[in-house]
C-alpha cells in the first residue's frame, strides 16, 4: 500500500464559527506537486524461522508472506500474493474482499543498494493509476531482506479533494477519486470515513487551533496512525499539510494544495 500514509487522501478543514458559502476553508482544493514533498517512508523485510518472510511499513502495515504465489492475510480486509518475477525481481497483487487492488513490480537494481516498485491499479471512480517510489537500502545485503528508505516519492495520485458545508456547524470533506467521504462537525471528536475501499474503524478528529490553522489525527480503531498539521495561507488559496507517524515526528511529509 502506498502510504495508506491514508490522511493525505483524506486532507479536511476545520470550521470557523459562520459556515457561509464564502468560507475561505470551503471549495475544491488541488495538490500541486512541485511544491510538495513526501517523506514516503520506510520498508523492512525479515525472515522468519520457519522460512516466510514479514513485511513491515514501520507503522501502519505488517504481514508474513510466502514467495509461493499463495494469498497472506494482510491489514484492512486485505490479502497478498508473492511470486518470483526474475534477477531479485518480484510481483505482489493486493486485493481487498477477493477484489484486486493493485499490481505491484519489486525490482532491486544490480549493485543491490535501489528497490523500485511499481504499482498499478484501478480508483474507485474508474481512474486508472500507475505509480513509481523508489527506496534506498539502509540494512542488508543484496536480496529483498533488510532497511528500505524511501528517496523518491510519486504524490501526483489523489490530487483533488472538495470541502462543502451540508448544514449548519457541519462540514463536508469528500476526495472524488476514493469515493471517500468524511462529514461531521470539526470539534475535536472523532468522524467515521466512508467509502467502497475504506476499512471500518477508520476515524478522523478535527481540532481548529487558530484561524488559520488546525490539527487533525487519523485512527484506525482507535490506534493513532498519522497526525497533520494544516494551514491555511492568508489570501485563502493555499493549504499546507505537515504529516508525520507517531514516534516519527522527523519525517515529515509536506502536501501543498491550490484552490480551484
Excluded at 30 to 37: D, G, I, N, R, V
Excluded at 85 to 92: I, K, Q, R, T, V
Excluded at 124 to 137: E, S
Amino acid at each position: 500500500m502506498r502510504k495508506l500514509l491514508l490522511a493525505s487522501l483524506f486532507a479536511v478543514l476545520p470550521g470557523l464559527s459562520a459556515f457561509a458559502a464564502d468560507n475561505p476553508w470551503v471549495g475544491t482544493w488541488k495538490l500541486e506537486p512541485a511544491q510538495s514533498k513526501s517523506e514516503g517512508g520506510t520498508l523492512i523485510f525479515t525472515r522468519s524461522a520457519n522460512g516466510f518472510y514479514h513485511y513491515s511499513n514501520g507503522s501502519t502495515v505488517s504481514y508474513d508472506f510466502g514467495i509461493d504465489g499463495k494469498e497472506y492475510k494482510s491489514v484492512y480486509n486485505h490479502t497478498v500474493n508473492w511470486t518470483a518475477a526474475g534477477d531479485n525481481a518480484w510481483d505482489s497483487v493486493r486485493k481487498r474482499d477477493g477484489a484486486v487492488v493493485a499490481t505491484e513490480h519489486f525490482q532491486i537494481s544490480p549493485d543491490g543498494k535501489t528497490l523500485t516498485v511499481t504499482s498499478s491499479g484501478t480508483e474507485p471512480d474508474g481512474t486508472a493509476f500507475n505509480r513509481v517510489n523508489v527506496y534506498t537500502r539502509i540494512s542488508g545485503g543484496h536480496d529483498l531482506i533488510g532497511k528500505w528508505q524511501s528517496t523518491k516519492v510519486d504524490i501526483t495520485a489523489t490530487n483533488l479533494f472538495v470541502v462543502s458545508s451540508s448544514s449548519e456547524g457541519v462540514l463536508r470533506w469528500e476526495v472524488p477519486a476514493y469515493k471517500a467521504v468524511v462529514e461531521g462537525k470539526p470539534d475535536g471528536s472523532d468522524l467515521a470515513v466512508s467509502g467502497p475501499r475504506i476499512p471500518a474503524g477508520l476515524t478522523l478528529s478535527i481540532k481548529l487551533v487558530s484561524p488559520h490553522k488546525q490539527i487533525y489525527k487519523e485512527k484506525f480503531g482507535g490506534e493513532l496512525l498519522e497526525t497533520t498539521a494544516e494551514t491555511l495561507s492568508a489570501d485563502g488559496k493555499t493549504l499546507t499539510d505537515v504529516i508525520w507517524h507517531p514516534g516519527r515526528k522527523t519525517e515529515k511529509s509536506t502536501l501543498v494544495y491550490s484552490k480551484q
